[in-house]
């Protein structure tokens, strides 16, 4: 199994920025690829940005060219530079880990940090 533990979110004003982080522990080289969803009040979870254990990235069509994925393999934590936020990002986003089939091809989820975008 895997273990996430989200930090970075909060209250920003438009155009401000956040830089969110997701440590991962346990069976952390079981690992396929991370990425980052969010879940507004009254919709569907979505995919915002993720990674894959070879470093390609996946964007959301609206974040690309603000929001920014990476990876820190010595801290075995992910992390996504939100700039330039809008109103419409606010949600609560959540860190997720895919691990390879071989192992148990599940996602392991965190509990989720709030980002609120407001003046």
């Known amino acids: 199994q895997v273990q996430l533990v989200e930090s970075g979110g909060g209250l920003v004003q438009p155009g401000g920025s956040l830089r969110l982080s997701c440590v991962a522990s346990?069976?952390?080289?079981?690992?396929?690829?991370m990425g980052w969803y969010r879940q507004a009040p009254g919709k569907e979870r979505e995919l915002v940005a993720s990674i894959t254990s070879g470093d390609g990235t996946n964007y959301a069509d609206s974040v690309k060219g603000r929001f920014t994925i990476s990876r820190d393999n010595a801290k075995n934590t992910v992390y996504l530079q939100m700039n330039s936020l809008k109103p419409e990002d606010t949600a609560v986003y959540y860190c997720?880990?895919?691990?390879?089939?071989?192992?148990?091809?599940?996602?392991?989820w965190g509990q989720g940090t709030q980002v609120t975008v407001s003046s």
């Open positions: 346990g069976s952390i080289f079981s690992i396929s690829a």
């Open positions: 997720n880990a895919r691990l390879i089939r071989r192992y148990d091809g599940r996602d392991y």
